[in-house]
C-alpha cells in the first residue's frame, strides 16, 4: 500500500476520538467506552496505529494501519480493517480482513491502557503485539523516525555505491586518456601510409600511360584498383579504432561527468543527513578525485575529437583522389 493511503488514513482516524472528546458532556457512548480509542505499539523497525470503535450493543470495528521499515531502507505500509470484534471481560477477540501477518481472527486482552494481540505466524510461532493508548501525534513521531532512518539507510547506501561508481570513472578516464595520447601519436604515421597508398596509384597510373598493350594496361588497372581497396580497408579499421573505441567511449565518460555532482557536500552536511563518517568520507574523497580527474578529462577529450575531426578530413580527401585515380586507370586502359 503506498504511504499516501496511510497518511489519508491517519487523518480519518484523527477525526474520531477528537470529536468523541469533545462530545464527552453529552455523548454517553464516548464516555462509557471501555476501549474505543487510538493504540500504538512500536519497535525498533516498526510502528502500528490500532484505532477501536465500540459501539453501545458492545460490538467492535476499527482500523489498523502498520508502518515497517525494510532492510534497503524502504518503508512498507499496510491498512486492515476490523470488521467485527468482542471483549468479554479482559478477553478481546478481533476479526481483521486484509492483513496477513494477523490472520482474520485474533485473540488477545486488554488491560488499563495496553492490548496485547496475539496470532500464529507460518512457522507456527506466536507472535504477540502489545499497543499502548496513546495519539496519532505520537504515532506520527514513530513514524517520522522510521522515516528518517529509512532516508539514512539509503544514503548511506547511495554514498557507498557512489563513491564505488565515481573512482572506478576516475580510473576509466585515466586509461582512456593515456589510450588515446598513444594513438594521437600514430595519427603521422597514418597520414603516411595513406601517402604511400595514393603513391603507389600514381606510379602504376605513370606504368599504365607507358603500356602500349591493352591487356597490360588492363592488369595495371586492375592493380590500381587493388591499391584503392586496400585504402578503403583502411578507412573502415581507423574509424572502428577511433568512432567506436575511443571517441564513443570519450562521449560517454563525458556523460557521466556531466551527472556527478559538483558540490560534494561538507561531512557536517552528509552526517546531519544520516550518513555515517566513514560513508561521508569515502563519498567525499572520491567526490573530490572526480573532480579534478573532470577538469583534467575535458581539454583532453576536446583535444583528441579535434585531432580526429582532422583526421577525418585527411582521409576523406585521400579518399577522394584515390577515386580520381581509378577513373583515371580506368580511361587509360
Same mark, same amino acid.
Given at each position: 500500500? =503506498? ?18 472528546? +469533545? ?6 457512548a ?9 493504540y ?9 496505529? +490500532? ?7 458492545g ?41 496477513? !501477518?494477523?490472520?482474520e ?18 512457522? &507456527? *510461532? @506466536? ?5 499502548? =493508548? ?13 522515516? *528518517? ?16 561508481e565515481? $573512482? ?25 601510409y ?5 603513391? $603507389?596509384?600514381? %606510379? ?10 591493352? !591487356? ?7 592493380? !590500381?584498383?587493388?591499391?584503392? @581497396? ?5 578507412? !573502415? ?14 562521449? %560517454? ?18 552526517? &546531519?543527513? &544520516? ?5 561521508a ?30 583526421l ?19 580511361? +587509360?586502359q
Amino acid at each position: 500500500m =503506498r504511504a499516501s493511503k496511510v497518511l489519508n488514513t491517519i487523518a480519518k482516524l484523527n477525526s474520531v476520538p477528537l470529536l468523541c472528546a +469533545l462530545l464527552l458532556s453529552v455523548n454517553t457512548a464516548c464516555a462509557s467506552s471501555r476501549i474505543g480509542g487510538t493504540y500504538v505499539a512500536h519497535g525498533e523497525r516498526f510502528v502500528e496505529i +490500532l484505532q477501536l470503535t465500540e459501539s453501545q450493543d458492545g460490538q467492535i470495528t476499527g482500523v489498523l494501519n502498520t508502518m515497517e521499515l525494510k532492510n534497503d531502507g524502504s518503508i512498507d505500509t499496510d491498512e486492515a480493517s476490523i470488521t467485527s470484534g468482542t471483549i468479554d471481560g479482559d478477553q478481546l477477540t478481533l476479526h481483521i480482513s486484509e492483513l496477513a !501477518v494477523f490472520g482474520e481472527n485474533i485473540a488477545g486482552t486488554v488491560s488499563g491502557s495496553t492490548i496485547r494481540l496475539q496470532s500464529t505466524g507460518k512457522d &507456527g *510461532s @506466536v507472535l504477540t503485539w502489545e499497543f499502548q =493508548r496513546a495519539s496519532l501525534e505520537e504515532f506520527k513521531t514513530y513514524a517520522d523516525r522510521l522515516k *528518517s532512518e529509512g532516508a539514512a539507510i539509503v544514503l548511506n547506501s547511495k554514498l557507498m555505491s557512489s563513491a564505488q561508481e565515481v $573512482r572506478q570513472t576516475v580510473l576509466n578516464a585515466e586509461a582512456w586518456i593515456s589510450n588515446s595520447e598513444v594513438h594521437a601519436q600514430r595519427i603521422s604515421a597514418v597520414r603516411d601510409y595513406y601517402q604511400k597508398l595514393e603513391n $603507389r596509384m600514381r %606510379s602504376l597510373i605513370a606504368q599504365e600511360r607507358a603500356t602500349p598493350n591493352s !591487356v597490360a594496361r588492363t592488369q595495371i588497372s586492375v592493380a !590500381v584498383i587493388q591499391v584503392d @581497396v586496400t585504402g578503403t580497408q583502411s578507412d !573502415v579499421q581507423v574509424s572502428q579504432l577511433w568512432d567506436q573505441t575511443i571517441v564513443n567511449s570519450g562521449q %560517454s565518460l563525458i556523460k557521466q561527468f556531466a551527472n556527478y555532482p559538483s558540490n560534494c557536500f561538507t561531512l557536517t552536511e552528509l552526517q &546531519g543527513r &544520516g550518513a555515517t563518517l566513514q560513508n561521508a568520507e569515502e563519498w567525499q574523497n572520491a567526490c573530490q578525485q572526480m573532480l579534478i580527474e573532470r577538469m583534467k578529462f575535458e581539454p583532453a577529450f576536446d583535444s583528441i575529437i579535434g585531432q580526429r575531426a582532422d583526421l577525418k578530413s585527411f582521409q576523406a580527401a585521400a579518399k577522394s583522389r584515390r577515386q580520381a585515380i581509378v577513373d583515371e586507370a580506368s580511361r +587509360l586502359q
